[in-house]
């Protein structure tokens, strides 16, 4: 079978509030995405975000953001008023645009109004809900309260009794924090009722949903404050090394990432635990889930705790097929229900391990028209074991990608899609339909290259913080013309969706 789908992160809907939530403008994209014949919808991580704003660095590898929380809903559910709502800022100045600085400071006040004890009881369906999750959930809350109490410190930052949770100091941090810990799995609670019923809409319409994880956890995560056994520490709890990359043509310096590094061999030794939970739960969220940085699992790249960039790090052995053979446990944990994410330089041995797992691997349409090259990555060598897409999250958009190629580069693209003679304003949709006519499984293709958008548009600069994951959909900018349009190209490429075939 072949499919097609769309990368729109939740954040970039449409909203009256300042950023995408779980509202009616969410499944309106769902009608649209389903007019378009396409079967997939791909977002992005739905994670609290973190430092720098970014989905990749979250609080938490098992909790929703709570930006995505509709209000409308909350409102006709009785529990927030609608005069209590409009007189928010929630940075909607700028339609086209994500105002985290006014988010962080305003919704959360909103929320707690409709967390209030007159407002809110604790159903029966919230007990469940409690109690399905309490492996995971119980920290998280106590993390939000005590960080919220130490001005958003992170926890290496906290007391030592805190940081190190001394069990004496913990059972006071709860009844002194109760109110917020029961905010946050009040938050937590909602977040989950409303995705669940919004992928059910979108099930229901023949749309699956691609997720998205980092392989990763944030240095400053419940994760790494409550299971510190999991991930190589010193005796004092602080990381003995941490993750990046190695230098290379872009960067001299190679990138620090920061985050903890996993014990595998712990791991291992509980049979992967965590991540099978991890997993499940996450196949639980979504239909299927793309795992990012995937190379990882093979090699990881480790540089010393403290250094100020990447240059004295070295590769250190994963946890290869050992990890995947003990998630296959699951049997929801199939070939296709994950997509390694295998972009960058790949060793032999990496390219073992994608093809052993059997999970399909991603190419881009972007890295294909290098002159120097000697031409791998044109898209007459993908496998059909992949997905292909146009660019991803962190690269350009195709539009401006185009322009700024070399003229060396320019010219190859050119002379592999017959460019020469096509008005500029049209060449977007080439490539658009030279990754939907691959042999690629699946084709994926971002929302800002079907609506050929310049660079203002682009979701992610790579090793840079401020700027990043703000932009948004304009309404009605998925119209019924563009939805046509897609359809028609996904039709003449055999990727129209089933159930739309009639």
Avoid at 327 to 350: H, M, Q, R, W, Y
Wanted: hydrophobic share 35%; glycine share 6%.
């Amino acid at each position: 079978m072949r499919y097609a789908g769309i990368l729109l992160p939740i954040s970039s809907l449409p909203s009256p509030y300042g950023i995408g939530t779980f509202s009616k403008s969410a499944r309106q994209v769902v009608d649209q995405l389903e007019a378009a014949g396409q079967h997939y919808w791909q977002i992005l991580p739905l994670g609290p975000t973190g430092y720098g704003d970014s989905p990749y660095q979250s609080f938490s590898a098992f909790a929703g953001n709570p930006y995505f929380i509709d209000l409308d809903a909350l409102i006709e559910e009785g529990l927030l008023k609608k005069s209590e709502v409009d007189t928010v800022d929630f940075g909607q100045v700028d339609e086209t645009k994500v105002d985290y600085y006014k988010l962080y400071t305003n919704r959360f006040t909103v929320l707690k109004l409709a967390c209030g004890r007159s407002r809110f009881d604790q159903t029966k369906e919230y007990k469940r809900f409690f109690s399905e999750n309490e492996d995971w959930l119980p920290d998280y809350a106590l993390f939000m309260a005590v960080k919220n109490a130490n001005n958003g410190k992170s926890f290496q930052e906290w007391p030592l009794e805190l940081r190190k949770r001394d069990p004496e100091t913990l059972r006071k941090a709860k009844e002194t924090y109760s109110g917020e810990i029961r905010f946050y799995c009040f938050l937590q609670y909602m977040f989950a009722f409303q995705w669940s019923s919004l992928k059910k809409y979108a099930n229901d319409h023949g749309i699956e949903i691609i997720g998205d994880i980092p392989i990763y956890v944030s240095p400053d995560s419940s994760d790494f404050w409550a299971h510190p056994e999991m991930f190589q520490v010193d005796e004092d709890g602080r990381p003995k090394a941490v993750a990046g990359c190695p230098p290379d043509a872009f960067s001299a310096d190679g990138q620090l990432w920061g985050n903890p590094l996993y014990d595998w061999s712990y791991h291992e030794k509980t049979n992967f635990s965590w991540w099978k939970r991890r997993i499940d739960h996450c196949l639980k969220l979504y239909d299927v889930v793309r795992v990012d940085h995937f190379r990882g699992f093979d090699e990881y790249y480790s540089i010393p705790y403290g250094s100020v960039n990447a240059v004295k790090g070295k590769w250190m052995p994963g946890p290869g097929m050992k990890l995947f053979r003990a998630l296959a446990e699951n049997p929801k944990v199939t070939s296709k229900s994950i997509i390694a994410e295998d972009l960058g330089f790949l060793t032999p041995s990496v390219i073992q391990l994608v093809k052993d797992s059997g999970f399909p691997g991603m190419k881009v349409i972007e890295f294909a028209f290098d002159s120097r090259d000697s031409g791998n990555y044109l898209p007459y060598n993908y496998p059909h074991n992949s997905i292909v897409y146009t660019g991803t999250h962190d690269n350009q958009t195709l539009y401006a990608w185009y322009d700024e190629l070399s003229d060396d580069d320019r010219k190859l693209a050119d002379d592999y899609l017959g460019l020469a003679d096509v008005p500029r304003k049209e060449k977007t949709w080439q490539f658009i339909r030279l990754a939907m006519e691959s042999v690629s499984d699946t084709c994926v293709i971002p929302m800002q290259d079907y609506l050929n958008l310049d660079s203002w548009a682009r979701m992610n600069h790579p090793s840079t913080t401020g700027g990043n994951w703000c932009w948004r959909l304009r309404k009605d900018e998925f119209s019924d013309e563009l939805a046509s349009k897609i359809r028609r190209l996904t039709k003449i490429s055999g990727r129209l969706a089933q159930r739309n075939t009639k």
